[in-house]
């Protein structure tokens, strides 16, 4: 069975850039390429959501030439891609809080969003400014807002940005590191985790395959027999 949620922390940018003594930025763009390459993998083998993290809540902590350089290389991709993934039928959408990014960047973001809003094919989630816990803390406040007295799991993943998609079957982190974060924390309870050493910008549509195989291998219990 193919996995319908793909969740992926591309992970590596900066080392790759390192081993080949190129500016961290560089790292990014060949990441952008990789970005690229598996949106249009997991459309054609069929994946339904694929959520990819490119900038999370603690990020900020970095230098702002580097932040700067995220956003307009973001910006760019938004821009020139944005007729490709519409003609993929990939439909995108933005897990986070985008009201601390840049005039220009945000409503390029939105409107791609809106262009591909009825499209049936992938569902691209893209998390900007994403953390797990500030999801839950966001939540959380909308449900009190809402008078809502008891809550069930059905009515948490109601009120978060993945509302109405399944969760991740598969998380997968490449340059091997076994960290969860801040990502996705209440939607990858029941996920399978994959771990690959390879940087992002090295990662192929081989290696997605490699990881939906190595899924396929696994017994998932959900905590049954
Ligand atoms: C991790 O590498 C990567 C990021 C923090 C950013 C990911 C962003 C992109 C691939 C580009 C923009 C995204 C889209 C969706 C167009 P790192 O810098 O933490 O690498 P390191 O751990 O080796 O330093």
Redo the contacts with the bound molecule.
């Keep these: 069975m193919i996995p319908a949620h793909v969740a992926i922390i591309?992970?590596?940018?900066?080392?790759?850039a390192?081993q080949k003594s190129l500016p961290?930025i560089l790292?990014?763009k060949q990441?952008?390429k990789?970005?690229k390459n598996i949106v249009k993998a997991a459309s054609g083998l069929g994946i339904r959501v694929l959520t990819?993290?490119?900038?999370?809540t603690e990020?900020w902590k970095r230098p702002q030439s580097e932040i700067e350089a995220?956003f307009s290389?973001?910006s760019f991709?938004?821009r020139k891609e944005s007729k490709e993934l519409n003609g993929l039928g990939v439909c995108l959408r933005i897990l986070g809080d985008l009201s601390k990014f840049p005039e220009n960047i945000k409503t390029e973001i939105e409107n791609v969003c809106k262009i591909t809003s009825k499209n049936t094919g992938l569902l691209l989630n893209?998390a900007l400014n994403y953390g797990a816990r500030q999801e839950l803390i966001r939540a959380f406040g909308e449900m009190l807002k809402q008078g809502v007295k008891n809550p069930t799991q059905g009515i948490v993943s109601s009120f978060l940005y993945t509302a109405g998609q399944p969760d991740p079957d598969l998380l997968i982190r490449t340059?091997g590191?076994f960290r969860v974060s801040n990502f996705l924390l209440w939607q990858i309870a029941y996920s399978e985790i994959y771990v690959t050493d390879k940087?992002?910008p090295d990662f192929t549509k081989q290696d997605l395959e490699d990881a939906i195989l190595e899924f396929q291998k696994r017994e998932r219990r959900f905590g049954g027999l």
């Design positions: 591309m992970d590596g940018n900066g080392r790759w390192k961290r790292g990014h990441g952008v990789t970005v990819l993290y490119a900038f999370s990020n995220l290389l973001l991709f938004i893209i340059s590191e940087l992002w």
